[in-house]
């Protein structure tokens, strides 16, 4: 790892990551620190490492019995805090003073914008967010993409409009293109709704639709998963499943054991008797 990427990591983890002058930026670095939690609330850990002193802090039980609510932020970070602040305070540190961390020539400030990571024109409206951010050597790496996300183009596609503003497929003039840009489609279910890919790509022409539909988020359901028992209690007749779809477009319809049923919608309940 370069000199500046270190830098930057080191800034963003001691919770620096807002590019500031050189002249409000502390020279000696605040404590920087991670956390980590095992699968089953067993083992919680915080590493830091402030001007002088690496610090690990581990918590649990010898035994590897789960603690439930244990976990870094709220176990070992307190603990973490505790020693950085008893390290600052010996009589050692304060007589050598603490070394500096002074920016290096290869870090600049720059403005990059969400969610293609790289600078836009103003007014260009595929920069939904403008964000201050550190580069390093002045590069603007694009947004880090996910298998199988718009074959080689990433989150940039081409999109014909016709004089409606529908989007259209190869009868309509090229001039009438311009690129756009989204995030992956698995995460259009979490993104507000002025942002998914039917917002932003708009309606297609009945008349010419586009020769290839970009790709949606894939439908998932969830409220039951794929081999679940469901066991009803006695007191009862039945057992009401509270079931509901995400990603995916268009019209939803429900079946049951092959049958459809009424209902339509992305939300849906199903009696287990």
């Known amino acids: 790892m370069s000199p ?12 620096e990551a807002q590019p500031v002058p050189d002249a409000s930026l502390p ?6 620190w991670k956390t980590g939690t095992s699968y089953g609330y ?8 402030n001007a002088r002193y690496l610090i690990g802090i581990w918590t649990g039980r010898p035994d590897g019995t789960p603690v439930v609510g244990l976990f ?19 009589p050692a540190m304060s007589r050598g003073g603490l070394p500096s961390d002074p920016r290096p020539a290869t870090v600049s400030q720059g403005t990059i914008c969400w969610p293609g990571g790289q600078d836009l024109p103003a007014g260009d409206s595929n920069c939904r967010r403008r964000l201050a951010s550190w580069l390093l050597d002045a590069s603007q790496p694009p947004t880090l993409l ?13 999109v014909w409009r016709n004089e409606h503003g529908e989007r ?8 009438s293109g311009k690129p756009g840009r989204s995030l992956a489609a698995a995460l259009d279910p979490w993104l507000p709704a002025s942002e998914r890919r039917r917002a932003r790509l708009g309606p297609a022409s009945e008349s010419c639709p586009p020769l290839q539909t970009q790709n949606t988020a894939p439908l998932v359901l969830s409220g039951i998963r794929d081999g679940a028992v469901i066991k009803r209690l006695r007191v009862r007749r039945a057992v009401m499943l509270p079931l509901q779809t995400s990603g995916g477009e268009g019209r939803r ?7 459809p049923l009424e209902a339509a919608g992305a939300k849906n309940h199903a009696n287990a008797g």
């Not at 932020?73 to 008893?86: E, R, T």
């Not at 259209?168 to 001039?175: D, E, I």
């Open 253 to 259: 319809w429900w079946f049951i054991n092959g049958e």
């Open 72 to 90: 870094g932020f709220a176990s070992a970070v307190p603990l973490l805090n505790q020693v950085n602040n008893l390290l600052l305070a010996r």
């Open 168 to 175: 259209g497929g190869g009868g309509l003039s090229r001039r």
């Open 4 to 15: 500046g990427a270190a830098w930057i990591v080191r800034r963003i983890l001691a919770g």
């Open 42 to 49: 067993r083992d919680a850990w915080a590493v830091g490492l």
């Open 27 to 32: 020279q000696a670095v605040p404590l920087a």
């Open 146 to 158: 996910l298998p199988g996300q718009e074959s080689v183009r990433g989150i940039r596609f081409p």
